[in-house]
């Protein structure tokens, strides 16, 4: 590949805390090389508009510790067209955009993949609350997003214990339950109730009706928002059967994506910015910054989208074994 001069930065998908830290290492480490970077806004939307603007070492300023993203994101059905990707092509091509790098979601990084079929020179970085993306141990926006569950929780089972009540709480993850499952652990929860794991809903209110013979003051069930049934039904069934605690419900909803992110998602998002441009540099593209450990160890954009990570055992079996 001949030596790129430019590259382009988007963010896409559903926004995550830390992808402005991410963007920051993007453009400083680009500048370090003596790079330009253009700041594409509103994800592959901007892409095949045209909405693209210089960013200097200032532009990021200021934004290390600020959740959401300066770039904006968007969902975009033009890019999954033909058309669409080649319209964003001729774009990057006026521009002068000689490579991309994608911080966002699974989706977005399908359409990382798909430009880099193009022969696009991309690399990703993922960075989805959900933690669902495989072949890292961590996308950007996970620890920040399982504090502000954490902290809810404490408040809730506060009050949970003031009034003898049965909590459901209902975390984001529609198809996973990474943050339902770890949020359940750290916080204590009764019972965490996740798509990848059925469970009864009679067992649910076994599961209430133990904990308040037990002698309990409070049950905390942590559900994540693709469990069937919904939380609401659960909680009109452990409503009806009087079991002794008054139920009550809380959807975190979109507060578990904003907030400023953790001192661990701006160092993981620091070090994916950096190492992202680092790899367009030496000419690398199709691959995906990945945590392996303490270790980024890019993997094919291929792999990582062609695959589905799986729910670690280790921790259903330590959130099982500590609710007694
Ligand atoms: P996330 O990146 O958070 O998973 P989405 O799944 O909505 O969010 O994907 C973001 C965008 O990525 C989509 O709106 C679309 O423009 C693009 N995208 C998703 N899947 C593909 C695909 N298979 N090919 C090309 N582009 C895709």
Redesign the pocket.
Known sequence: MENIKTIGVLT???DAPGMNPCIRAVVRTALDKKLNVLGIYG??EGLLNGSFRPLGARDVGGILQRGGTILQTA???N??TIPGRMKALREMNSAGVDALVVI?????L??AL?LMQEGFPVVGIPA?IDNDIYGTDMCIGVDTALNTIVDAIDKLRDTATSHNRAFLIETMGRKNGYLAQHAGIVSGAEMVLIPEIPVEIESVIKAVENAYIRGKTHCIIVVAEGFEPNTTVIAERIAAMKIGFDTRVTILGHIQRGGKPTAFDRMLATRYGAHATRLLVEGKTGIMTALQGREINPISLEEATSNKKALSEEYFNLATMLAR
């Open positions: 896409s998908g559903g994800g592959y969902r975009s059905n890019f999954q966002g979601g699974d989706g977005s399908r359409g798909s989805s």
